[in-house]
Structure formats: structure tokens, C-alpha cells
Nanobody
Framework: QAQLVESGGGTVQSGGSLTLSCTAT????????IAWFRQSPGKKREGVSY????????DYSDSVKGRFTISRDYAKNAVYLQMKSLKPEDTGVYYC????????????????WGQGTPVTVSE
């Protein structure tokens, strides 16, 4: 059964760093577009970062551009989100998602989702 599992979340002070991991079973991630989304209480799920299956191109939301970096490890069948200079507004549950034709601005375009990992950034 295809499964995505996120890890690496936690609590960090403003200005700190975290690296999130997304690992997959029964789902070869090199065949999928992968995205990271986040959701805070009372807010819509927001696309944060994206990496293309075709050419490895990446995209970021304006709110994280220059601070977050998405990357793949084909050997480990994993995708990572390195987050630096974290701000309290980065707080939320972070999800990775996979689809053969996913779009960062359209969460509904992703078929496979993980359970999420919480990130809390304190002042």
C-alpha cells in the first residue's frame, strides 16, 4: 500500500532551522511531482514548495522563498524540506504530497498525502 510518512517536525525558536523528511513506501517518488504543504488552525492548506518529477525544477511560495529548500534523495526514496530563518508564521502542520501531475497552487491535484508533521516556531 502506497504510503508517505513525514518526520522532522518540532518546536524551534524564531530564526532557527528544521529539516523535514518525507519517505515513501510502495511509491517511487522519482515518478511523481512532490510538494510540501502546510496548514495552520483556521487557515487553508497552503502550498510551500514543489519539485518536479520531469526535470527536478523547484518552486516556492513567496512567503518561504530564500529560506526553504526542497530536495530529493533518489537512493532513499525521500524528499526533504530544509527550513531556515524560521518565523512564527511558519507554524503549522506540514504535509508532503505526491502526484504524477501535481500543482503547488492546487492541493486537490495531489493524490497521495502523508499524515503530517507539526512545526511550531516560538517568538
Amino acid at each position: 500500500q502506497a504510503q508517505l510518512v513525514e518526520s522532522g517536525g518540532g518546536t524551534v525558536q524564531s530564526g532557527g532551522s528544521l529539516t523535514l523528511s518525507c519517505t515513501a513506501t510502495a511509491l517511487p517518488l522519482d515518478l511523481y511531482d512532490i510538494a510540501w504543504f502546510r496548514q495552520s488552525p483556521g487557515k487553508k492548506r497552503e502550498g510551500v514548495s514543489y519539485i518536479s518529477r520531469s526535470d527536478g525544477s523547484t518552486d516556492y511560495s513567496d512567503s518561504v522563498k530564500g529560506r526553504f529548500t526542497i530536495s530529493r534523495d533518489y537512493a532513499k526514496n525521500a524528499v526533504y524540506l530544509q527550513m531556515k530563518s524560521l518565523k512564527p508564521e511558519d507554524t503549522g502542520v506540514y504535509y508532503c504530497a505526491a502526484d504524477s501531475h501535481g500543482m503547488l497552487t492546487y492541493p486537490e491535484s495531489f493524490q497521495h498525502w502523508g499524515q503530517g508533521t507539526p512545526v511550531t516556531v516560538s517568538e
